[in-house]
């Protein structure tokens, strides 16, 4: 669209130095001002907004380079800007956005030197160029800031499984029966549409994998991880400390996997210099759906409670055992997975990721599996909301956010996308703010018998 033909007072600015300052002056009225927005014809997608004008640059000062500028290194790539109209004794907003260069032009004389400004709104550089989204269960642990996180989603070449967070040590398996020199077969093992392969437990006999972590903890702790597949005599061992002497044993945990019996356990070992013992914890129980091709998310779960110690097993968020004992309690110093898959045809080399090591009790359960689903079924408003938030994307919502369409799950892929689906879904208005760098959505409910005048304004 244009300004109408009987101009009303337009006022320019740019963002410099922490402050709004009005360059109107410098705006050549022999260039109209021209602002677009909204969706081409047929269009599903709101289009970035854009502005174009013309600035005077006779002495240099649009020229970001120019050391005798006011804004020399002030100005650059991405200033905000903002455009508005006087009517009615108030300024009301008609564009924001950031403009991406600064070309010098210049008439054959030279004497004519002028900046023509072309601007965007936010929505160009959310599209330009961003990078796919990790999937949504590895964004959400990231934002819960474990004590010790391993993916295991690194690329197929690697050995060592690096922590993402916190101050671990590199996941690192080691041979005990079979070939050393085979790795963990990354990537091989695919969980769901939605999330990210992992990787496979070494194709050898018997061995360990293991991460250290390095810093201290509390003694109350939960680990939380994904498996998939029959697997082997296999076990998740937390590490939780000791010198390994008499008077200080070395302690750990074992949630323990029975392919034959279909059958989890979990036990405590300890080990001194010349004493040992294993304690059952959580005795032997029937869970087959633990022994199939479908990933689950596992937390075990181990806190004082009073003078005991209460032990909590999970599986995908359901509590499946809960006991309480007497052992002493550590923090934990390293975790490990033990596998041994003997040639019995039956067992079989797991897939295991998103290793996740927190003080306490863990993050939310509901939440934690939520993004372990994708977020499959929350609603358009919210998942636009959350979307926004993770990636730093400001945004305001008109109507009520719960009141939209359930979505589908998450898929890793770049941020506007997936808010633009969730708005497709919903079939609302999302729009770029007038006033401000951010994303506003419309609700399809709250649009209902509002007047035309409005709807103008969004599309």
Same mark, same amino acid.
């Given at each position: 669209?244009?300004?109408?033909?009987?101009?009303?007072?337009?006022?320019?600015?740019?963002?410099?130095?922490?402050?709004?300052?009005?360059?109107?002056?410098?705006?050549?009225?022999?260039?109209?001002?021209?602002?677009?927005?909204?969706?081409?014809?047929?269009?599903?997608?709101?289009?970035?907004?854009?502005?174009?004008?013309?600035?005077?640059?006779?002495?240099?000062?649009?020229?970001?380079?120019?050391?005798?500028?006011?804004?020399?290194?002030?100005?650059?790539?991405?200033?905000?800007?903002?455009?508005?109209?006087?009517? /009615? %004794? +108030?300024? *009301? !907003?008609?564009?924001?956005?950031?403009? #991406? @260069?600064?070309? $010098?032009?210049?008439?054959?004389?030279?004497?004519?030197?002028?900046?023509?400004?072309?601007?965007?709104?936010?929505?160009?550089?959310?599209?330009?160029?961003?990078?796919?989204?990790?999937?949504?269960?590895?964004?959400?642990?990231?934002?819960?800031?474990?004590?010790?996180?391993?993916?295991?989603?690194?690329?197929?070449?690697?050995?060592?499984?690096?922590?993402?967070?916190?101050? /671990? %040590? +590199?996941? *690192? !398996?080691?041979?005990?029966?079979?070939? #050393? @020199?085979?790795? $963990?077969?990354?990537?091989?093992?695919?969980?769901?549409?939605?999330?990210?392969?992992?990787?496979?437990?070494?194709?050898?006999?018997?061995?360990?994998?293991?991460?250290?972590?390095?810093?201290?903890?509390?003694?109350?702790?939960?680990?939380?991880?994904?498996?998939?597949?029959?697997?082997?005599?296999?076990?998740?061992?937390?590490?939780?400390?000791?010198?390994?002497?008499?008077?200080?044993?070395?302690?750990?945990?074992?949630?323990?996997?029975?392919?034959?019996?279909?059958?989890?356990?979990?036990?405590?070992?300890?080990?001194?210099?010349?004493?040992?013992?294993?304690?059952?914890?959580?005795?032997?129980?029937?869970?087959?759906?633990?022994?199939?091709?479908?990933?689950?998310?596992?937390?075990?779960?181990?806190?004082?409670?009073?003078?005991?110690?209460?032990?909590?097993?999970?599986?995908?968020?359901?509590?499946?055992?809960?006991?309480?004992?007497?052992?002493?309690?550590?923090?934990?110093?390293?975790?490990?997975?033990?596998?041994?898959?003997?040639?019995?045809?039956?067992?079989?080399?797991?897939?295991?990721?998103?290793?996740?090591?927190?003080?306490?009790?863990?993050?939310?359960?509901?939440?934690?599996?939520?993004?372990?689903?994708?977020?499959?079924?929350?609603?358009?408003?919210?998942?636009?909301?959350?979307?926004?938030?993770?990636?730093?994307?400001?945004?305001?919502?008109?109507?009520?956010?719960?009141?939209?369409?359930?979505?589908?799950?998450?898929?890793?892929?770049?941020?506007?996308?997936?808010?633009?689906?969730?708005?497709?879904?919903?079939?609302?208005?999302?729009?770029?703010?007038?006033?401000?760098?951010?994303?506003?959505?419309?609700?399809?409910?709250?649009?209902?018998?509002?007047?035309?005048?409005?709807?103008?304004?969004?599309?």
């Amino acid at each position: 669209m244009t300004f109408p033909a009987t101009p009303l007072p337009v006022h320019v600015e740019i963002y410099v130095d922490g402050q709004w300052v009005d360059i109107t002056s410098d705006v050549y009225t022999r260039e109209d001002i021209v602002i677009s927005r909204g969706r081409r014809d047929e269009g599903t997608d709101t289009d970035p907004g854009s502005c174009s004008f013309v600035l005077n640059n006779r002495d240099g000062k649009y020229s970001p380079r120019n050391p005798r500028s006011p804004y020399y290194r002030k100005i650059g790539r991405n200033t905000p800007v903002r455009v508005s109209v006087e009517w /009615g %004794g +108030r300024r *009301i !907003p008609r564009f924001f956005g950031e403009i #991406s @260069a600064w070309p $010098p032009r210049w008439d054959l004389s030279g004497r004519d030197v002028y900046v023509p400004v072309e601007a965007s709104g936010v929505l160009r550089r959310l599209g330009a160029g961003a990078e796919p989204l990790r999937d949504a269960l590895y964004r959400h642990l990231m934002t819960q800031s474990p004590r010790a996180y391993w993916p295991l989603t690194d690329g197929p070449e690697t050995w060592w499984a690096p922590c993402v967070s916190g101050r /671990g %040590g +590199r996941f *690192i !398996p080691v041979v005990y029966v079979g070939d #050393s @020199a085979r790795r $963990p077969q990354y990537q091989e093992q695919e969980l769901a549409e939605w999330l990210a392969p992992v990787a496979k437990v070494t194709d050898a006999e018997r061995g360990v994998w293991r991460g250290q972590i390095y810093d201290q903890g509390s003694t109350s702790w939960a680990v939380d991880f994904v498996r998939v597949g029959t697997g082997g005599h296999d076990s998740l061992e937390i590490e939780t400390g000791g010198k390994g002497t008499n008077a200080d044993p070395y302690i750990s945990w074992h949630l323990v996997f029975d392919p034959i019996y279909q059958e989890l356990s979990v036990t405590y070992y300890t080990l001194g210099a010349t004493i040992g013992s294993v304690s059952v914890i959580v005795e032997s129980f029937s869970d087959p759906e633990s022994f199939t091709e479908t990933p689950h998310m596992y937390r075990l779960a181990v806190s004082q409670s009073g003078s005991n110690v209460l032990v909590r097993v999970y599986r995908d968020g359901q509590l499946l055992r809960s006991v309480q004992d007497s052992v002493p309690l550590q923090p934990i110093t390293a975790v490990a997975y033990n596998w041994w898959v003997p040639n019995d045809e039956l067992s079989t080399h797991a897939g295991l990721g998103h290793i996740a090591v927190w003080n306490g009790n863990g993050p939310d359960l509901g939440e934690l599996m939520s993004a372990f689903r994708g977020h499959a079924g929350e609603a358009a408003g919210r998942r636009i909301e959350r979307v926004c938030a993770e990636a730093g994307i400001p945004f305001r919502g008109i109507g009520d956010l719960d009141d939209t369409q359930p979505v589908g799950p998450q898929e890793p892929t770049v941020p506007l996308e997936l808010i633009q689906q969730a708005a497709a879904v919903d079939g609302g208005v999302l729009y770029e703010d007038r006033e401000s760098a951010q994303l506003v959505y419309r609700t399809l409910r709250s649009r209902y018998n509002r007047g035309a005048l409005l709807e103008e304004e969004e599309d």
